[in-house]
C-alpha cells in the first residue's frame, strides 16, 4: 500500500486575474498485490529459468484545483483505476552457447474518471470535463537470442511489442480546456495507451581486463504521451521512431584502477503527420561519457572522476525544428569516498568547472527567437556519511 498527498500552487503576477494562480491538493492512495513464482530446473535435459505471476494494483486519485489555498475548489476530479495483468518469461539454454528467451504479458485496464465543476468558486474558470469509463486489454511480446562464440565474443538480439497506460494523473492533465480564443471548451480524460514494437542487436566482448557491449537498435512508437508545456496537458503524438546505437566500455589497467566509457547516437522523429521527418524536441543526437576509478587504499580511500557530454537539441514546442537549440554542453565530477566495516563517506563535487548551461528549455509560439530556460546549477559540493545495518 501507497499512499501519496501533494499540494503544489502557481502564483502569477495579477492577483486580480483569474488566470493570477493556481493550487492543487492531491491524493494517490494505490494498493497493489504482486505475487510471481521463480521455477530454474531442467527441461528434457535442457537448463530452464521461468520467471511467472500476477500483478493486480487499484488505485484511487482525488484531486481539488482552487485559485488560492483555503477557496472553494472549482475542479474536484475523482478517478479510479484497476489493473491485473499476467506475465511469464523463459529462458532456455538451447546449446551450451546459445540461450533462447521469450516472454508475454496481458494486462487490462478499467478506469472510472469523473470531474465536478463549481463555477460559482472564486475566480473559477474551465468547464467540467467529460467523464471517462474505460477497459482495455493490452499485451506486451518479448523473444531474443543470445550465442556465445567463446570466452571472449557474444552476439544477442531481441525483438518486442511493448506498451504503456497512462497513469491517473497523466489524465487528468490532458484534453484541451480552452479553445484559440479562451473559450472554455469540455477536457477529456482519453489519453491512449503508448505502443512500440522494438528491435535490438549487438555484441558483447570480454577480453581479460577489458569488457565492451555495444548495440543497435530501432523503436517505433505509436501514441507516446508527451506533455504540451504551452497548452499544459498531456497529448499523444504522432507516430514517431526512436532509432541509434549504444557502446560502453571498461578497462581495467591494474588492480586499483579501471577506466570506463560510453558514447550514445540517438534519433527521434515523427514518422507521420504535420511533422512528419522532423527531430522529436529534447534529444541529444550524441551523448558520451568518460571516467577513471582509483581505489587508492582497500576501499577506504576511492577517487572517482567522471566527464559527460551532449550535443544540441531542439527546445520543447518546437516540432518544427525552426527556432534556436539547446546548446550542447559538458561538465566534470569528482569524488572521494570510502567504506569501512558498516559505515561509508563521500565527498563529491559536481560541475567541477563551474559550466552554465541547461537541458530543458521551451519555445514561444508567438515570439520567433524568444524562449524560457531552466539553468542548472553550477558547481555544487556534498557530503555524505551514514552506515548499514
Not at 60 to 70: L, N
Not at 78 to 93: E, K, M, P, R, V
Not at 228 to 237: A, D, E, I, K, W
Request: charged share 20%; glycine share 8%.
Amino acid at each position: 500500500m501507497r499512499d501519496k498527498k501533494q499540494q503544489l500552487g502557481f502564483f502569477g503576477t495579477n492577483p486580480g486575474s483569474s488566470f493570477a494562480s493556481t493550487y492543487v491538493d492531491a491524493s494517490l492512495l494505490t494498493w497493489s498485490i504482486t505475487p510471481r513464482l521463480s521455477v530454474k530446473n531442467e527441461i528434457f535435459g535442457i537448463p530452464s529459468s521461468i520467471l511467472t505471476g500476477i500483478d493486480y494494483y487499484d488505485a484511487t486519485f482525488h484531486q481539488d484545483r482552487s485559485a488560492f489555498k483555503g477557496l472553494t475548489p472549482f475542479h474536484r476530479y475523482d478517478l479510479a483505476q484497476q489493473t491485473l495483468a499476467g506475465y511469464w518469461q523463459q529462458s532456455i539454454g538451447l546449446l551450451p552457447t546459445t540461450d533462447f528467451s521469450y516472454g508475454v504479458r496481458v494486462q487490462n485496464t478499467n478506469l472510472t474518471a469523473r470531474d465536478r465543476f463549481d463555477g460559482t468558486a472564486p475566480f473559477a474558470f474551465g468547464t467540467e470535463a467529460l467523464p471517462l469509463d474505460s477497459s482495455e486489454t493490452q499485451y506486451a511480446l518479448h523473444v531474443g537470442l543470445e550465442h556465445r562464440f567463446n570466452n571472449v565474443f557474444t552476439v544477442f538480439g531481441r525483438a518486442a511489442r511493448a506498451f504503456r497506460t497512462p497513469d491517473v494523473d497523466e489524465r487528468v492533465s490532458s484534453g484541451p480546456a480552452f479553445d484559440a480564443f479562451f473559450t472554455p471548451i469540455p477536457g477529456t480524460f482519453n489519453l491512449k495507451t503508448q505502443t512500440s514494437h522494438d528491435i535490438e542487436g549487438g555484441f558483447r566482448i570480454k577480453a581479460g581486463a577489458f569488457q565492451m557491449q555495444s548495440s543497435i537498435y530501432n523503436m517505433d512508437l505509436e501514441n507516446e504521451i508527451h506533455f504540451n508545456p504551452v497548452l499544459f496537458y498531456n497529448v499523444n503524438l504522432d507516430p514517431t521512431r526512436r532509432y541509434g546505437s549504444e557502446t560502453s566500455a571498461s578497462l581495467r589497467v591494474s588492480d586499483t584502477v579501471t577506466l570506463r566509457g560510453g558514447m550514445a547516437y540517438t534519433r527521434a522523429v515523427f514518422r507521420e503527420g504535420a511533422f512528419a521527418g522532423n527531430d522529436v524536441p529534447l534529444v541529444s543526437h550524441y551523448t558520451g561519457n568518460a571516467g577513471v576509478t582509483w581505489n587508492i587504499w582497500q576501499n577506504y580511500l576511492v577517487f572517482d572522476a567522471t566527464l559527460r557530454a551532449w550535443s544540441e537539441r531542439i527546445m520543447d514546442n518546437d516540432q518544427a525544428n525552426t527556432r534556436s537549440r539547446i546548446p550542447a554542453s559538458a561538465t566534470a565530477d569528482l569524488k572521494l569516498s570510502g567504506q569501512y566495516d558498516r559505515f561509508f563517506w563521500s565527498l563529491s563535487v559536481n560541475n567541477l568547472f563551474n559550466a552554465l548551461y541547461y537541458d530543458y528549455a521551451i519555445a514561444s509560439s508567438f515570439t520567433p527567437g524568444r524562449f524560457s530556460a531552466y539553468p542548472l546549477p553550477g558547481r555544487t559540493y556534498m557530503v555524505k556519511a551514514g552506515a548499514t545495518f
